[in-house]
T-cell receptor
Framework: GDSVTQMEGPVTLSEEAFLTINCTYTATGYPSLFWYVQYPGEGLQLLLKATKADDKGSNKGFEATYRKETTSFHLEKGSVQVSDSAVYFCAPFGAAGNKLTFGGGTRVLVKP | DAGVIQSPRHEVTEMGQEVTLRCKPISGHNSLFWYRQTMMRGLELLIYFNNNVPIDDSGMPEDRFSAKMPNASFSTLKIQPSEPRDSAVYFC??????????????FGPGTRLTVL
């Protein structure tokens, strides 16, 4: 089974709306957690990360908090822009062996 | 900094042909990763190197795939013979010194491979 569960898209929003993308994982121990973003036609870029429980990663207005008790790392942004349209990947390290495991990706489309 | 460089950006070939994808990591990085992205399977790690040595190739789909890293500034991923199911976008990524897996991985723009 999957070791990373990420909400399916596409998620369509209007500009300035609130965005949440859920991510949960299964792993032994406490993996480091990452969110990557892939803009159209490009490779992946690290968006934010958290390396231990209760850490909050933040970048470009996005935030995610490492929740050990719920094994979750949900991504949020309070006011999205059209330029946030992209595919977002949750990626824990250690969820499936000694490597990064990417979720299936969530496509987000922000309309003006 | 030029970032991770991949070539070619697009490759169209016929089934049975040999395909070689190339990657130049960011200067000074000591880890290099090859990924494959498809709609059906998402993003998969194929193989990774540390200090030019292959560490884990368990993601390589079969013997038709091989990867080399002859020096710190160059790596290849070869498919021989290629098959239509190999059609995908192949990404190379590199990361630097420090914590092996907590370092940020920097991705190249990818090579879109189409096998007819």
């Amino acid at each position: 089974g999957d070791s990373v569960t990420q909400m399916e898209g596409p998620v369509t929003l209007s500009e300035e709306a609130f965005l949440t993308i859920n991510c949960t994982y299964t792993a032994t121990g406490y993996p480091s957690l990452f969110w990557y973003v892939q803009y159209p036609g490009e490779g992946l870029q690290l968006l934010l990360k958290a390396t231990k429980a209760d850490d909050k990663g933040s970048n470009k207005g996005f935030e995610a908090t490492y929740r050990k008790e719920t094994t979750s790392f949900h991504l949020e942004k309070g006011s999205v822009q059209v330029s946030d349209s992209a595919v977002y990947f949750c990626a824990p390290f250690g969820a499936a062996g000694n490597k990064l495991t990417f979720g299936g990706g969530t496509r987000v489309l922000v309309k003006p | 900094d030029a970032g991770v460089i991949q070539s070619p950006r697009h490759e169209v070939t016929e089934m049975g042909q040999e395909v070689t994808l190339r990657c130049k990591p960011i200067s000074g990085h000591n880890s290099l990763f090859w990924y494959r992205q498809t709609m059906m399977r998402g993003l998969e790690l194929l193989i990774y190197f540390n200090n030019n040595v292959p560490i884990d190739d368990s993601g390589m789909p079969e013997d038709r795939f091989s990867a080399k890293m002859p020096n710190a500034s160059f790596s290849t991923l070869k498919i021989q013979p290629s098959e239509p199911r190999d059609s995908a976008v192949y990404f190379c990524a590199s990361s630097g010194t420090g914590g092996f897996w907590t370092d940020t991985q920097y991705f190249g723009p990818g090579t879109r491979l189409t096998v007819l």
